[in-house]
C-alpha cells in the first residue's frame, strides 16, 4: 500500500471511504489524512473487528481506489 499516494487523493476518496465505514465522522476520516493505520484503528474500533481484519478491508478499501 502506498500512503503517499492515497493521502495525495484522500480529499477525494473520503466519500467513498464514508459510504464503505458509514459509521466513521467526516472529522475522524479528515484526520486520518489517508492513514492506514489510523483508519485501521477506527474500523477496528467502531465496528468491533480485529486488527487483521481492520487492515485487510482498510487494504482492499485502498486497492480498490489506486
Partial sequence: MNND???GK????????KA???KLTD???TQTQGNAEQLA?????????TREEA?????DFFDQNR
Fill in 5 to 7: 499516494i492515497i493521502a
Fill in 27 to 29: 472529522d475522524e476520516l
Fill in 55 to 59: 487492515r485487510k478491508e482498510v487494504q
Fill in 41 to 49: 484503528g477506527l474500523v477496528q474500533e467502531r465496528y468491533g473487528k
Fill in 10 to 17: 484522500w480529499k477525494q476518496l473520503t466519500g467513498k471511504a
Fill in 20 to 22: 464503505a465505514w458509514g
